[in-house]
């Protein structure tokens, strides 16, 4: 086993291994790729786990409370053993990369990156993404206000309230305090809008809503998430994060993943069987997440029903522990009684009957 682990990336998992080099024997190397786009800010957020201790600490708010609101019901979960998180990307880097400089790893630009070191190697720049592959994308901005307008308890993590025409999509609602807040436009739909439809839909949705029409803008952020299974940035090279199945399919959530592939590589490292950054989530849970993204391709009118229906059926605790990949069978039955039957019926037989001229290798 060669001395030598080389991380080409510089974003969440790269230094998030990177924090946790002390662990292993090996030096570890982190490679800044010289073509990847400028590093933009954003809101991280996750469920409390025993595993995101260190991410706790710099969280910069905290809701025992959750809400999901479409246009004729809402429910309020809550947990005080799970509580919803959220921090800055850049304070989870900042801490990492401290961490990684106690440990002596190294960062260099690839420009200056010697390839024949026979180095154990591994790649955290994005994946491949297929046509026509579900796109978790959104547009979001931070704002403060002069008036108290926010509930700074409860977070809204989704409020589809919004125009439906392009896909299923809905509010994210982060209240920092009384007078400052996230919010962001998130759709799942295989094709991207402007921004301008992002920014109206958010201008919209505060005026009717919480009577917001002015409003300073501190802070602005946008992603693109594909859903699905992904084929990896170079076939050559093992992936880690993103690239290596951390992202949730159904979901889009990875920070927690991330965390948990590191684990376990570390602990494989340590135990003599070598470093390898396998998929972290439950084969169950993958093929779950396919039936539902093939509802959502096809038939995305019952999103909110489906994410109202699973709020409904659990409980915080619960709720928060089916998205982390922590269910039982009792919560993952809970959650499919739950669902609208006719569409996931028919995703199901997509599935298992797949058509003779399937285009999408992610979703059928």
Same mark, same amino acid.
């Not at 690239?243 to 993943?257: D, K, W």
């Given at each position: 086993?060669?001395?030598?682990?080389?991380?080409?990336?510089?974003?969440?998992?790269?230094?998030?291994?990177?924090?946790?080099?002390?662990?292993?024997?090996q030096n570890v190397t982190?490679?800044?790729?010289?073509?990847?786009?400028?590093?933009?800010?954003?809101?991280?957020?996750?469920?409390?786990?025993?595993?995101?201790?260190?991410?706790?600490?710099?969280?910069?708010?905290?809701?025992?409370?959750?809400?999901?609101?479409?246009?004729?019901?809402?429910?309020?979960?809550?947990?005080?053993?799970?509580?919803?998180n959220a921090f800055k990307?850049?304070?989870?880097?900042?801490?990492?990369?401290?961490?990684?400089?106690?440990?002596?790893?190294?960062?260099?630009?690839?420009?200056?990156?010697?390839?024949?070191?026979?180095?154990?190697?591994?790649?955290?720049?994005?994946?491949?993404?297929?046509?026509?592959?579900?796109?978790?994308?959104?547009?979001?901005?931070?704002?403060?206000?002069?008036?108290?307008?926010?509930?700074?308890?409860?977070?809204?993590?989704?409020?589809?309230?919004?125009?439906?025409?392009?896909?299923?999509?809905?509010?994210?609602?982060?209240?920092?305090?009384?007078?400052?807040?996230?919010?962001?436009?998130?759709?799942?739909?295989?094709?991207?809008?402007?921004?301008?439809?992002?920014?109206?839909?958010?201008?919209?949705?505060?005026?009717?809503?919480?009577?917001?029409?002015?409003? #300073?803008?501190?802070?602005?952020?946008? /992603?693109?998430?594909?859903?699905? @299974?992904?084929?990896?940035?170079? *076939?050559?090279? &093992?992936?880690?994060?993103?690239?290596?199945?951390?992202?949730?399919?159904?979901?889009?959530?990875?920070?927690?993943?991330?965390?948990?592939?590191?684990?376990?590589?570390?602990?494989?490292?340590?135990?003599?069987?070598?470093?390898?950054?396998?998929?972290?989530?439950?084969?169950?849970?993958?093929?779950?997440?396919?039936?539902?993204?093939?509802?959502?391709?096809?038939?995305?009118?019952?999103?909110?029903?489906?994410?109202?229906?699973?709020?409904?059926?659990?409980?915080?605790?619960?709720?928060? #522990?089916?998205?982390?990949?922590?269910? /039982?069978?009792?919560?993952?039955? @809970?959650?499919?009684?739950?669902? *609208?039957?006719? &569409?996931?019926?028919?995703?199901?037989?997509?599935?298992?009957?797949?058509?003779?001229?399937?285009?999408?290798?992610?979703?059928?």
């Open positions: 086993m060669s001395n030598e682990v080389q991380i080409i990336g510089d974003g969440c998992a790269a230094f998030s291994f990177a924090a946790r080099a002390n662990e292993i024997t982190l490679i800044k790729p010289s073509n990847a786009p400028k590093q933009k800010d954003h809101v991280w957020g996750f469920w409390s786990d025993p595993m995101l201790s260190s991410a706790q600490k710099i969280a910069k708010s905290t809701w025992e409370k959750w809400a999901i609101i479409t246009d004729k019901d809402s429910v309020v979960l809550e947990s005080k053993t799970k509580p919803y990307r850049s304070d989870w880097i900042n801490h990492c990369r401290s961490l990684a400089e106690g440990s002596n790893v190294k960062i260099i630009d690839e420009s200056d990156w010697n390839k024949s070191t026979g180095a154990n190697l591994f790649d955290t720049r994005p994946p491949v993404v297929p046509s026509g592959c579900i796109l978790q994308h959104f547009h979001g901005i931070e704002i403060s206000t002069t008036e108290e307008k926010f509930d700074p308890n409860m977070a809204i993590l989704m409020d589809f309230r919004v125009d439906q025409s392009k896909g299923l999509h809905f509010i994210y609602l982060l209240p920092y305090s009384k007078t400052e807040a996230l919010i962001e436009s998130t759709l799942f739909s295989p094709n991207l809008v402007e921004k301008q439809y992002y920014l109206d839909t958010i201008k919209s949705y505060l005026s009717k809503n919480y009577q917001i029409d002015q409003y #300073k803008t501190t802070h602005e952020e946008n /992603g693109v998430i594909p859903l699905g @299974k992904l084929a990896l940035h170079d *076939p050559d090279i &093992p992936g880690l994060g993103t690239n290596g199945g951390a992202t949730r399919p159904a979901s889009g959530y990875t920070f927690l993943f991330i965390q948990r592939q590191i684990d376990a590589a570390i602990k494989s490292a340590n135990s003599g069987r070598g470093l390898r950054f396998k998929n972290p989530h439950k084969r169950i849970d993958m093929w779950m997440d396919s039936i539902f993204l093939t509802v959502l391709k096809h038939w995305p009118e019952y999103g909110a029903r489906i994410f109202l229906g699973m709020g409904k059926a659990l409980n915080g605790e619960q709720f928060a #522990k089916f998205l982390s990949g922590d269910a /039982g069978w009792w919560i993952r039955l @809970k959650v499919i009684f739950a669902m *609208p039957k006719w &569409p996931f019926i028919k995703a199901l037989t997509k599935n298992i009957l797949p058509t003779r001229k399937a285009t999408n290798p992610v979703v059928a």
